[in-house]
């Protein structure tokens, strides 16, 4: 029998948060099964919700000895309610992840040794027990640090582009747009022909997607911000935006930009603004302060969340396996992305090296590698 | 050649309010036209904006003379620029009323002397030459002044419903729900066996709805609302609300109230709360102040405008056709309106009247008849 050790996060009903690091054992593959020996765990933002909920880190504790390995921290009680679904239970952490598969169920022996993408909700493991069919196999000569990040960023970043065909679009807003996702999404587009505005915080972030061949960049930060953005929107006709800041008046701004172009021309009372669908879809919250909307754009807009395993079930099975193929062939250019870190258990455990990631700064991008030694 | 009397209003560059009453020609009806003798128009909110733009009414002047009939009011600076569209350009005004067909086109001859419901966007006028399609044949013995509200609110009211039927919700909340279209929506919900959540400002507004036989109201001034609220959606699995204030944090709490039964069950992470779409469409302004979405309701929620044009382009003529018949044959039931007053075009200039048919207060409903003498 294997025994692996598994990051779990349990947030207690009596108000704290803790991640332990644990010997669970190993099960054996069922039918369709198999195991996956992991070696890249990215730490996505995705993953700061499930690893921490609204714990206060600043006052983490880590206890790391043989005997016990935990890693504490109060969650505040005015918080704590919304945590209800998950008091009390220690749950598996890492949307997504690579390793190598070293043991198959009953009909799965072709992926045997195979290098392999997953997204299981599980990934922060030695071992993954998955089916086979949430296996997504990297070519020969990728390596599993090169394919950990097969699923979130790639398949968000070809969700965009997919819905805004779906929904009758034919240009795509983006913002944070010098992110990880946002770099794929240029790569996407520019490769596929399509027209996508970037907007950015600060001028390094223009620099950085001038270099990978971003056409429209708009810097918030600039005087001239208003101006350009309508700017952008009228030279390419964007209508639909993907939004990752989620707090203030961003997505309110969008919209009123989009207005001003669609109804630039307009002649006569113009009540409820242009007739054409507005559509900012929130995916992100790394400004948790609520959204403001000022709803200066006429009556015809739409704000929502958009949601990645939403829009897989909504394009369906055989859809989604065309993106995924995709993603597997151009995991070393399109898709590709660069760790500035590979952590071990111990090291994604500690309160200084937490605060590092959880603070999102441009180009830091950890992952742990379960199988290191800690 | 007949000549009768319309309201038009005018927003010019330079940044002022001209609302004036000029004598204008009546065309001859053309093919399928009807010329109608107004007798009823309806002041609805959704007049305002048409009527007065963001002019300050505060400070409105009439000059009603034999040679000159104009009302004028300064417009704000900074307001000026959101009225591009229609500078310097006399506009018609008046969304909606009813009158008798006094003169028909070749094909509209089934409709002399008919007293008709119609919405034109022109209906401040002595006569309207209109389409025959969009007129309502109102049945014998229903007054203009019973018909005068036939579009705006029984169909805004039906396209609720409709809307809900459409997406796959299967109970309403509206807010401000104790208005004349609140009370058609109850009426409405009660006799098609659709459970409707009235969320209403005040003691009074309760009472208005219980009377009406409304099951679910919940009065936002009470300590108890947000727990009112939760049960109120539990009871009825609500998960659309049509949103009549628009400004402040009254979308974001429904949604939030929404998740709150959504999520009741749910174990473990539930990271992004549950699959069911919460919608809120916002149709109103009567508070002009920005949404604030605190987007404490996971990831599958949505808030939009709601506008009736295009919901009825949506269902297409055939099944707008039968929602304008049911108006029709409830038009006394159903779909009646009280005005509190009928005011001549004169009166309709008032500053002082203008005031009070601004300001909105429960249960003040105007029209004008435009074959009053003034």
């Known amino acids: 029998m294997t025994i692996g050790l598994q990051l779990l996060s349990n947030i207690k009903k009596d108000g704290h948060l803790e991640m332990s690091l644990v010997e669970v054992e190993v099960p054996s593959p069922g039918k369709g099964e198999v195991i ?27 206890e790391f000895s043989d005997d016990r390995k935990v890693l504490t921290a109060p969650v505040h009680e005015s918080m704590i309610g919304m945590m209800k679904s998950r008091f009390d239970q220690s749950l598996p952490i890492g949307n997504e992840g690579a390793g190598v598969v070293v043991e198959t169920g009953e009909g799965a ?19 993954c027990c998955v089916p086979a069919m949430v296996c997504l196999p990297l070519h020969e000569g990728t390596t599993a640090k090169e394919g950990a990040s097969s699923f979130v960023n790639p398949l968000t970043a070809l969700g965009m582009v997919e819905t805004m065909k779906l929904e009758g679009h034919r240009a795509l807003i983006h913002t944070a747009a010098a992110s990880n996702l946002g770099k ?66 961003l997505a ?15 002649v006569g009372l113009n009540t409820y603004g242009s007739e054409t669908l507005k559509q900012v879809y929130i995916y992100g919250g790394l400004d948790v302060s609520p959204t403001i909307l000022n709803r200066s754009y006429g009556m015809v807009w739409g704000v929502g969340g958009w949601l990645l395993p939403h829009f897989l079930k909504r394009i369906g099975y055989e859809k989604a396996g065309a993106l995924q193929k995709r993603v597997a062939d151009e995991i070393k250019t399109t898709f ?9 258990f111990k090291e994604a455990m500690t309160p200084e090296i937490i605060e590092m990631y959880v603070a999102k700064k441009t180009g830091e991008k950890y992952l742990i590698n379960p199988n290191a030694e800690s």
Chains 1, 2 share one sequence.
């Open 36 to 62: 996956v020996k992991m070696e890249a765990s990215p730490i996505n933002p995705s993953d700061m919700w499930p690893m921490f909920g609204p714990a206060d880190l600043t006052s983490a504790k880590l």
């Open 109 to 127: 022996d072709a992926l045997m040794g195979k290098t392999v993408g997953l997204s299981s909700g599980t990934s922060y493991s030695q071992y």
């Open 184 to 249: 794929m999404l240029n790569k996407i587009c520019i490769a596929d022909g399509v027209d996508l505005v970037n907007i950015v915080r600060k001028q390094e972030q223009v620099d950085i997607l001038k270099d990978l061949g971003a056409k429209y960049i708009v810097d918030s930060s600039s005087d001239s911000y208003h101006r350009d953005l309508v700017a952008a929107i009228q030279a390419t006709g964007a209508t639909l935006a993907f939004e990752a800041i989620g707090g203030g008046q």
């Open 252 to 266: 309110s701004d969008i919209l009123g930009a989009m207005e001003r172009v669609l109804s630039k021309d307009a």
């Open 336 to 344: 590709a992305s660069s760790f500035t870190r590979e952590l071990t």
